[in-house]
């Protein structure tokens, strides 16, 4: 599972650009593409979670 910190709202595209690249590096890091990861990102107060399942990435659109 991997957690990233966006600093305000309007930053959680930008929190899941970082996000995105770290999943993709554990998969490639620990050479298992086949690997499901999960993705946090959060402001403190608001929540949003994805998933990487081989190349397919999947965000919740809701906070």
């Known amino acids: ?8 709202e309007s930053a959680f595209d930008e929190g899941w ?6 999943m993709i590096a554990v998969q490639r890091l620990n050479n298992e ?4 990861i999960f993705g946090i990102v ?3 107060a608001m929540w949003q ?3 990487l ?3 397919m990435f ?3 659109k809701i906070f």
């Open 17 to 22: 650009r970082q996000c995105l690249a770290e």
């Open 33 to 36: 593409p086949k690997q499901t």
């Open 49 to 51: 979670f994805g998933k």
């Open 58 to 60: 999947t965000q919740n």
């Open 1 to 8: 599972m991997i957690l990233v910190e966006a600093q305000k």
């Open 53 to 55: 399942k081989l190349e």
């Open 42 to 44: 959060s402001n403190g």
